[in-house]
């Protein structure tokens, strides 16, 4: 998006290189990452970035409102309350795709958000074994406010762990060791000393978890959520028996599963900025736009995704048994802004943003990005293309 420093990238390329590039990668955790890696990092200029930033700001505005609660109240399904919500999310991820006005100006869209956690630990490693490989720009850094990798380790550290010992916390998610994210908590243990433990690994005493590590009983004071509850559902029967984990434990969720439900594609309908499309609940729908084919339906809670309907019919809103999961949003018309050496790639750009347990505010602290050249954004979706896949943006300080 830079024309100087693309060009440089592209003219300076090597498949040589990429290769290098990524045995490096892999050889901290070999075997462990399951997606396709793009060829290239991605720059951002102060321009594009501050617009994704303010947007982020206004949101997090709304958020800290003292009626975001209520209005979000039923976005939580019934049969997944817990205890100890907290006041606040330690995680919330803003996702932009990248798009063109007609006079040739680049901004960008919302697409989604989660308050939930991303690649928080595959994010420090990724950008430095990439910068042994790679030359980045003096001026650019995939960290905002005043962040290096020493200093946003130490914030990860705080957020999560708080005053626990790292065995008293545990990074939460269903059969861990074959999540296509896997790679997140080897990261994640390897900065943070914390296991990744699945739900079937959890016995209860009383209101209190526990989990064997390396044969000793440890008493679970907090939890790093991962487990997303869609696919827990979908998986349940095959899991076996586990915990039940809307029981009132005395533990501690970094984050709170009900954080997955507030802050997501059900808030759209709430926000009304340049940068984020028109959005409404199906179940609130006046009326069907007659402009259809610039719209795209989407279940609220699933996720990777699925279950997206790219090309709307009326039949297809009329299908729809539960409107209520629903939302149409007004269609993001990605460009292909990143020239590559053959056909240029489009891109989103995950914003992700830390908060301390008491901070007035969450902080923006790295992101993510991903390159695609197929109809959507999603590795799965380009799985026979190069120049596409995970990456991560270097914005201009």
Request: net charge negative.
């Amino acid at each position: 998006m830079i024309p100087a420093i693309r060009n440089f990238i592209n003219t300076n390329f090597t498949e040589t290189q990429y290769q290098e590039f990524l045995k490096d990668l892999h050889s901290a955790f070999p075997g462990a990452i399951d997606f396709r890696v793009a060829e290239t990092p991605v720059f951002v200029d102060k321009g594009l970035g501050d617009k994704m930033i303010a947007t982020c700001e206004y949101i997090i505005d709304f958020i800290k409102d003292p009626s975001f609660k209520n209005k979000t109240e039923t976005a939580i399904p019934a049969a997944e309350r817990l205890s100890n919500e907290g006041k606040q999310p330690h995680f919330i991820a803003f996702d932009f795709g990248v798009c063109q006005h007609e006079d040739g100006s680049l901004f960008p869209a919302l697409i989604e958000m989660q308050g939930f956690p991303t690649l928080f630990g595959f994010q420090a490693y990724y950008p430095e074994v990439l910068e042994k490989h790679y030359s980045i720009p003096e001026g650019y850094s995939n960290y905002f406010n005043g962040l290096d990798k020493s200093s946003y380790i130490s914030l990860l550290k705080r957020v999560i762990l708080g005053e626990c010992n790292s065995k008293e916390v545990i990074l939460l998610e269903i059969k861990p060791h074959q999540q296509k994210t896997r790679i997140d908590f080897y990261c994640t243990e390897k900065y943070l000393g914390i296991k990744p433990v699945c739900l079937t690994e959890l016995f209860s005493e009383g209101n209190k978890l526990f989990y064997l590590n390396n044969g000793e009983k440890i008493q679970i004071k907090r939890i790093y959520n991962r487990v997303i509850a869609d696919e827990l559902n979908n998986m349940r029967t095959a899991l076996g028996e586990s915990i039940d984990l809307t029981k009132d434990y005395d533990v501690e969720w970094i984050t709170h599963p009900h954080w997955f439900y507030r802050i997501s594609k059900f808030t759209l309908p709430y926000l009304h900025h340049d940068c984020i499309p028109e959005t409404k609940f199906l179940n609130q729908l006046e009326s069907i736009p007659k402009d259809l084919e610039h719209y795209v339906l989407k279940p609220l809670f699933s996720f990777a995704g699925q279950g997206v309907i790219i090309d709307v019919t009326i039949d297809d809103i009329k299908n729809i048994k539960d409107p209520e999961n629903w939302i149409l949003q007004r269609k993001v018309d990605y460009a292909a802004c990143i020239e590559t050496p053959n056909s240029p790639a489009k891109v989103e750009i995950r914003l992700m943003y830390l908060w301390e347990e008491n901070a007035p505010r969450p902080i923006l602290a790295t992101n993510l990005a991903r390159l695609s050249k197929g109809k959507m954004i999603g590795v799965r979706y380009n799985t026979d293309k190069d120049w596409v896949g995970g990456s991560v943006a270097y914005f201009k300080k």
